[in-house]
């Protein structure tokens, strides 16, 4: 899965490799691949011992790989949406002929890892192991090859834009006990792009292909698979987004599993810690592009835990993408699933958690509140907002001009300080009112799954909205934590290069240590004295008003 936040919406060429430290091939130092198998494009990225970025480059689906017919890299017919297996394969042999042509000396990457978008599963015909592990010529492409030797069994791949799995997504919560229940064991209540329910329409709508299927991977363990020569173990944070994996066992949970399938957990394989190494590169790979033989494959991710990876949290931290849909990540100690977000097994230390958030009304609110209200100035909107005081004379707006996803709710609701519903407020109330409210929403959501605000929380914010100082200064305040900004956008795909070289270290340095020289975060705003006092208790307020909402429709 990915949501449409600021490292998933930039575009590269093919042409777009680029050096910071001469050519590739000119380096001396041990190097580390990170790869992101994103929903509309194929990304490398490079980076050096140091941890500098030393390169990168893409293919981009539709534009690269006209002949599959994608749109934004899918195939849409009603609510089913998928992309072709053979798509993901061909794109793999131009990233790596068009790193071979900027001249990247394969034989210096000491580690691959990557990343992919979440839920999406490929479905790998009998025989496909076979295929991998002794029968691949490197003379020529993975591409002529899967397709003439039938690899996979399923053609199209249903990916995380698919909503077409309501009927299996009540099924498998009615066997569970409930959706609170089947959240409690896999972090997350059943959702139509969770691959557990996806599969399950697989095994009725194509039991003769599913009974075909000698694997079934997802797009992370996919590319993983790729790479390896072999069947690449699924991970433990992109694990957590099938609605099949307990999240404290850290193993496939086996209710889950005869719910969606015959014969499911034979077909997904093992479990691994998303740090951990797999074995050493393909054969194929040290032969067409000379790979070196000792270079590792470390388990591939989903797109978001990489992104955590990359955007380096720690304990205490919250991410805050402020993108066309604003979307918030969390280091968790200690997960309280809920019926509205996500809990993912930690990517970079397996005995903690992360929570997902995504808030469909994001920057188009913010500009839709501006055009009305400020003449669609953003220089207006700012000094509105340095017009009103925090807390905004107790007047709470909740914005959903598009269905919300956190909560399921629509339609903008104004509230005065004795939580009475106003038809409408001043302009400069209104644009408080918006910031406040959809940065209290985030709070909100975040406590119910278990974040709590301490003195070392920091605020990570990136997207576009993360240059607007004025809105920056009101999601400190809201949280009572220092904003701090880091100019990446990329950060699935460092985030996979940074698990490339902590897998080969890990079991004797952590995480936090392999990447504490990278480049450092830029202190953006603080919060004011009294944001605490002001914020808790307006939080609160606003909790029960949203849950009013969400209730009543």
């Known amino acids: ?106 034989s210096k990457i000491e580690s691959i890892s990557g990343s992919g978008q979440q839920h999406g599963s490929v479905y790998w015909n009998k025989g496909a192991k076979e295929i991998l592990t002794h029968k691949l010529n490197p003379a020529l492409s993975l591409y002529d090859q899967f397709s003439k030797m039938h690899a996979f069994a399923v053609a199209e791949c249903p990916i995380w834009m698919d909503s077409s799995t309501t009927t299996e997504c009540r099924q498998l919560e009615n066997d569970l006990g409930g959706a609170q229940a089947l959240a409690d064991l896999t972090g997350s209540r059943a959702y139509e792009r969770f691959t557990g329910n996806q599969i399950s329409k697989i095994s009725k709508k194509f039991p003769d292909q599913y009974a075909q299927c000698e694997r079934i991977s997802l797009v992370s363990s996919f590319g993983a698979t790729l790479f390896l020569g072999d069947f690449a173990s699924i991970d433990y944070s992109d694990g957590s987004g099938m609605n099949l994996m307990d999240i404290r066992t850290r193993t496939w949970a086996q209710r889950a599993l005869d719910s969606c399938a015959p014969g499911l957990q034979e077909k997904l394989g093992g479990l691994v810690p998303s740090f951990q190494p797999l074995g050493g590169v393909s054969s194929y790979f040290v032969k067409r592009y000379r790979f070196s033989p000792k270079c590792q494959v470390v388990a591939f991710t989903g797109d978001n835990p990489a992104s955590l990876a990359g955007l380096r949290l720690q304990g205490g931290d919250v991410s805050v993408s402020l993108g066309t849909s604003d979307t918030v990540f969390v280091w968790l100690k200690e997960p309280r699933p809920a019926l509205e977000g996500h809990v993912f097994v930690n990517p970079v230390k397996a005995e903690d958690y992360m929570a997902l958030l995504c808030f469909k009304n994001g920057s188009f609110a913010r500009e839709k509140v501006r055009n009305r209200c400020c003449s669609e100035s953003w220089e207006t909107f700012n000094d509105a907002l340095l017009s009103t005081p925090r807390g905004n004379h107790g007047n709470i707006g909740i914005y959903f001009y598009d269905t919300e996803i956190t909560p399921h709710a629509i339609g ?36 119910n799954l278990g974040y709590n605000i301490g003195k070392s929380s920091r605020v990570l914010a990136t997207g576009g909205a993360a240059a ?30 940074y698990q490339a070289k902590h897998g080969l270290m890990y079991q004797t340095t952590t995480f936090q240590e392999v990447v504490k020289d990278a480049a450092s975060y830029t202190l953006a705003v603080e919060p004011n004295p009294d944001a605490d006092q002001v914020y808790t208790p307006l939080t609160a307020r606003y909790k029960q008003l949203e849950e009013h909402i969400a209730n009543s429709q």
């Open 412 to 447: 903008e609701h104004r509230f005065n300080a004795s939580d009475v519903k106003v038809d409408s407020f001043d302009a400069a109330v209104e644009v408080r009112a918006l910031i406040e409210g959809q940065f209290m929403g985030k709070r909100m959501h975040a406590e």
């Open 1 to 106: 899965m990915r949501f449409n936040i600021n490292w998933c919406t930039c575009c590269f060429n093919m042409s777009l490799g680029w050096k910071r430290s001469g050519e590739p091939s000119e380096l001396s130092t041990p190097l580390y691949l990170g790869l992101d198998y994103s929903t509309q494009q194929l990304k490398a990225l490079v980076i050096d011992d140091n941890l500098q970025e030393i390169y990168a480059t893409a293919v981009n689906f539709e534009k690269d790989l006209p002949e599959f017919g994608t749109e934004g890299g899918c195939h849409k017919v009603g609510d089913e949406v998928t992309a072709p297996a053979l798509m993901w394969v061909k794109a793999t042999d131009l990233l790596l002929d068009q790193m071979k042509a900027d001249r990247m000396d394969f």
């Open 468 to 497: 607007n100082k004025e809105i920056l200064q009101v999601l400190s305040d809201v949280f009572n934590a220092p904003v701090y900004t880091l100019g990446t956008e990329n950060s699935a795909s460092l985030g996979a290069a």
